[in-house]
């Protein structure tokens, strides 16, 4: 492992995409989950995004036409997913924008399965979940060579270590980033891994902390590359949370509401400085 | 321009419609969108009413009959949509209940544009929106005699301005008012139209501050005419937004909350207050 | 009626049910609305559970094969609700898995009577609503020999006391446990019934009070029986919010802040001191 220093390339990059994505304010189309919808946008907005949500398949090219980048969930899928999310994907890949896919609970129903199968010709731009669910991905698109990983609702019991191999997998194929969030998070691409640590375990205690994180890889990747957004999302995530908590124990919901002011107020150089104490870099084998 | 002062029936209306919607706690029924519908329903709650969402058409009827009046949003739209808000809207129209329409994201897919040619036909009470989606809908319901406005996503990239004659011809069509939200608004029927300022910019940092204003205003139209209901709503809004940022600099969240917390505190004297500060009529051409 | 003294194997019951779910951290599967489903998570978090929401009928097996509990709630209904609830409802049952039903708004609308009547044969382990629900629910499902009750959206327009025979007569049927909200909470089975006193209205300021009250009830109806776990969560909501409104008067989302953080913060022993205060025993006739 090689420690990360300001003069590092990766911090600059993520100190410019938080700068560029609050100059900017990108337009992101999600087609997202119920549960955590709401925060979904919040959180988008909070980090200088804009937010637009769809479900339906005719919507899918006029909304990738207008946004920058387009984020895709598996979550709590109603039957039109399996033509809207195909669609949505379609739509993002034809028109060049990146897209990010979060395949929440993969493996669980027949619906979300299907889904998610159809959805790998479309190579998405970043994958984020968390070690079970990556793990069950590679599994569903066939890129192991035999059957790992057990799903659980939508929590993970598998380490994100034990779907560094998986996560290298879906990289190789896609050709993007892919982000396995847990204690400590790993974010690579098929040349670069790296290890995040720090973060408050509160973000387990509110629902959502997850989908927004892949909603707003959404948004940074409307400003940079695939790993450079992959990774200021999450840093800004795990810097938020702590940011959050410093003031002592706290409850859930005052915890949630610090964590998304946080995300409105932390400065590039914030990030910069939490990207230095907490990011480590692995060659990949 | 003419300013407003106590003395106006203007602003005795507004502070008579906060009054009454605390006392009688009026139950407005809502079909809106998935993103904002819990911030809607609290909305409603907190400056008195009572909130009922529903999604199937087999509810239109049941749901117009228990309520005081309507609201209809056209975001997050559904396959089934397309049966339900034309039955809401002709259920509250056939009850004589007061309905609001909110054309949100106006002109973005086939199936936005197919319900809102539908809703034309029930004449909405109030109709809510940002400058795009009024001038859309215009444009939508064939009151215009060139196309106009841009769509992108949720946000308008039009100014209040820019929408004054759209909104004047959906007024004169529907014989009811229309709000049209911005940086100030723009608050009209056929007859009066009035500039609203003031407001914190921190609403467009948050999700749903259109959409609840406009299932606020459905609360209002309860209990008294259209175009107060309409000021009421906007001066409730900008009044609340200033504030929660009266104390600094705030995050997102922290805005949201107390924003909702002085829809809930404000009293009708602040309200009124606030209404002769801000609230300028304009004669109509 | 009796008091409760700490002595009382109630009391103890009800502390135990705190700790295990802290110890236990139950997966809960939810099927429930759309307008409170992210409260209804977060409460669920809060007490120390963990939850996943569905929607579709092929979730209905896996979700309760991973869960140790279901929740079932008939707000919003989609027209698939009525293929994926009574497969919910059948699936616990056949995997032998408490589940909790929350007839919301029963009596609206023809689907929302149809799935409550296919659910009957389900038998759920708890049923939680307002008096209104409740009693409407007993109508529904033939278990009261004249029509009574009214309903008027999601609000009750009953009281609690006159909703307890629909109450009991629920118990006899489903073997379970009834609680019917209100100002005086009614928690029954067919053996006892307790009435618990104390919370604050601000519950009714804000969406989702109920909901998620039983959204909780399944999170304790995963560590013990009906009975216990219906006044376990009761008891958790009256503390929870008593404590937000400790400190003064309060807007309605700095309350609904403060009552999630007292639902992650509050202690077994905190628990278990309000049962003392609160609940009353009373033989059922």
Chains 1, 2, 3 share one sequence.
Not at 47 to 73: H, Q, T
Request: hydrophobic share 45%; aromatic share 6%.
């Amino acid at each position: 492992m090689n420690t990360i220093n300001t003069a590092d390339a990766v911090v600059r990059n993520i100190s410019t995409a938080v700068e560029e994505v609050r100059k900017q304010n990108p337009l992101v189309g999600s087609w997202t989950n119920f549960v955590t919808i709401n925060l979904v946008a919040n959180a988008q907005l909070a980090v200088g995004g804009r937010a637009a949500m769809c479900f339906l398949p005719d919507e899918a090219e006029p909304l990738a036409f207008v946004s920058k980048s387009i984020y895709v969930n598996v979550g709590t899928l109603q039957p039109i997913a399996c033509q809207s999310l195909p669609a949505a994907a379609k739509a993002a890949a034809e028109a060049n924008k990146p897209w990010v896919l979060d395949p929440v609970a993969a493996g669980l129903g027949d619906t979300r399965t299907s889904v998610l199968k159809d959805l790998k010709q479309y190579k998405p731009t970043i994958i984020r979940g968390n070690a079970s669910e990556i793990i069950t991905l590679a599994n569903l698109w066939g890129l192991e060579t035999e059957i790992k990983g057990k799903v659980e609702g939508v929590d993970s019991t598998d380490t994100v270590r034990e779907a560094a191999s998986s996560a290298l997998k879906l990289a190789e194929y896609t050709g993007g980033a892919v982000a396995v969030s847990g204690e400590i998070d790993l974010i690579l691409n098929s040349e670069k891994a790296y290890y995040l640590t720090g973060g408050s375990e509160m973000l387990e205690c509110i629902t959502g902390a997850g989908c927004s994180l892949g909603g707003v890889m959404a948004v940074f990747a409307a400003v940079t590359d695939a790993l450079t957004a992959a990774l200021t999302a999450s840093v800004f995530y795990k810097a938020a949370s702590d940011k959050a908590v410093s003031g002592g124990k706290i409850g859930t919901f005052s915890f949630q509401t610090a964590f998304v002011d946080y995300l409105s107020l932390l400065t590039p150089s914030d990030i910069a400085e939490y990207s230095e104490k907490h990011l480590t870099l692995q060659e990949c084998d």
